[in-house]
């Protein structure tokens, strides 16, 4: 059985609230905003497995992850944000997977990135191994991935 967001929105089961999504295939749902704290995902099919996204989009280095960035797009910069060659940026990053934009350091493929910009410098960055658990891959991602800490490497010069 397919589910659509306004399904998994609106379903409540009787035992009080909680979707049971049990081995349902979600690999057409769109999932923007559904609210699936309290769904049973066991043994879903067609999630998207944010290990899967980053090994598949991501250049991996000894280091950790290659991403990128650019600055004043939507919100502005922080003040205690330094952007220079490897300064360490940091936010609070919002865990919700069924949420493409909100806080965190928004970063992307080098695709995303350029497609969504203005002429602004774009930014090459590293996402450090022991930061991956502070990186969130939204399930309808385009491209774009929030993280709460990243290295600034330098300016891309593509």
Not at 85 to 100: G, H, K, L, M
Request: proline share 3%; aromatic share 10%.
């Amino acid at each position: 059985m397919k589910f659509n967001r306004e399904y998994i929105i609106n379903y409540i089961d009787e035992e009080g609230g909680r979707a049971n999504l049990r081995e349902a295939d979600l690999s057409e749902a769109n999932l923007r905003e559904a609210e699936l704290r309290w769904a049973d995902l066991s043994g879903c099919k067609g999630l998207l497995s944010p290990i899967d996204y980053l090994k598949e989009n991501f250049e991996k280095t000894k280091k950790g992850y290659i991403c990128y960035k650019i600055f004043h797009t939507n919100y502005p910069v922080p003040d205690y944000w330094k952007i220079k060659e490897n300064s360490i940026i940091t936010e609070v990053v919002n865990p919700s997977r069924t949420t493409n934009c909100t806080c965190g350091v928004n970063v992307g493929t080098l695709k995303w990135v350029k497609d969504h910009n203005d002429g602004d410098k774009i930014w090459k960055c590293l996402i450090e191994w022991e930061w991956l658990v502070g990186v969130v891959v939204p399930y309808n991602t385009d491209g774009k991935i929030r993280c709460e800490k990243v290295r600034l490497l330098e300016v891309n010069k593509c």
